[in-house]
Nanobody, 119 residues
């Protein structure tokens, strides 16, 4: 199974920026895509962005693509999420996840990194 480790979270003021990192190991050559999600207390998990591992095709929901941008560095087995113009409602635990080729859903998840946006 693929192991994913997120980092880069922390405390940031409203309007600030953070770049999250997701380092993958244990089979990234078989990955179809890596995605970013977040979950706030009492809320459902929310999809943020995804990128295909080999082709670099990206998907950004319209509601977030103006502020959140996904990218990757295959040589470092790392996927990034650049977050700009952060708002208090962005406060959540952020997760990356791996989707295998042919799979209909993401199957491996990291432990998450906390992002807190204060005013």
């Amino acid at each position: 199974q693929v192991q994913l480790v997120e980092s880069g979270g922390g405390l940031v003021q409203t309007g600030g920026s953070l770049r999250l990192s997701c380092v993958a190991s244990g089979g990234t050559s078989n990955a179809y895509a890596i995605g970013w999600f977040r979950q706030a207390p009492g809320m459902e998990r929310e999809f943020l962005a995804a990128i295909t591992w080999s082709g670099g095709h990206t998907f950004h929901p319209d509601s977030l693509k103006g502020r959140f941008v996904i990218s990757k560095d295959n040589a470092k087995n790392t996927v990034y999420l650049q977050m700009n113009s952060l708002k208090p409602e962005d406060t959540a635990v952020y997760y990356c996840a791996w989707r295998a080729p042919g799979a209909s859903d993401f199957g491996s998840w990291g432990q998450g990194t906390q992002v807190t946006v204060s005013s």
